[in-house]
């Protein structure tokens, strides 16, 4: 098993750009979720997803999208970027069970200048 | 609300020192409870867990007990190493949710 992957690796994005962050997890996996990690802090939850076809926001998700059209895929996506998405982006998954810890993927450090 | 309150870094300590790092959680039901570490330049993994209370997690060298009474599942290890030099977080899960502490990061120094 690959396990959780994320693409790209790196990225830098000029003010006003749009970008997708890919992430896939080959577990079948029910649950999947969007993070970021500003330098020196936890992480912060920007969105999350139960199931396919099931999206919900968390604690940051102002100026991002997602969509989950297959249990494997979560694309993150960036609208119009910000210098304030400057950030290092992790996707996780995990099973529902509450006894289940997540995954994480690699990450995928943005820089938007 | 949840939440996780970890003990506030950096942590320096020398080769084969004691290791605790601190970390107490809010809950309304009975969350299970994690250490996660993240090397530089990588992804979070999994270190140990616990289910339920008084369980024990292990591994690596490392363990932390789950204590209902206390709220706390303290990350503890007996004699730490170079390698162990990261950032770690304590973290709980109710229901779907996942609740991370803001990080401790550890350096050991030779």
């Known amino acids: 098993n690959a396990g959780v992957t994320q693409t790209p690796k790196f990225r830098i994005l000029k003010i006003g750009q749009s970008m997708t962050l890919q992430c896939a997890q080959d577990m079948n996996h029910n649950y999947m979720y969007w993070y970021r990690q500003d330098p020196g802090m936890g992480l912060k939850l920007i969105y999350y997803s139960v199931g396919a076809g099931i999206t919900d926001k968390g604690e940051v998700p102002n100026g991002y999208n997602v969509s989950r059209s297959t249990t494997e895929d979560f694309p993150l996506r960036l609208e119009l970027a910000a210098p304030s998405q400057t950030s290092v982006y992790f996707c996780a998954s995990s099973f529902y069970a509450s006894y289940n810890e997540q995954f994480f993927g690699p990450g995928t450090r943005l820089t938007v200048l | 609300g949840d939440s996780v309150t970890q003990m506030e870094g950096p942590v320096t300590l020398s080769e084969e020192a004691f290791l605790t790092i601190n970390c107490t959680y809010t809950?309304?039901?009975?969350?299970?409870l994690f250490w996660y570490v993240q090397y530089p330049g990588e992804g979070l993994q999994l270190l140990l867990k616990?289910?339920?209370?008084?369980d024990k997690g292990s591994n690596k060298g490392f363990e932390a007990t789950y204590r209902k009474e206390t709220t706390s599942f303290h990350l503890e290890k007996g004699s730490v190493q170079v390698s162990d030099s990261a950032v770690y977080f304590c973290?709980?899960?109710?229901?779907?949710?996942?609740?991370f502490g803001t990080g401790t990061s550890l350096t050991v120094i030779p």
């Open positions: 616990a289910t339920k209370a008084d």
């Open positions: 809950a309304t039901g009975y969350p299970s």
């Open positions: 973290a709980l899960r109710a229901g779907n949710q996942f609740y």
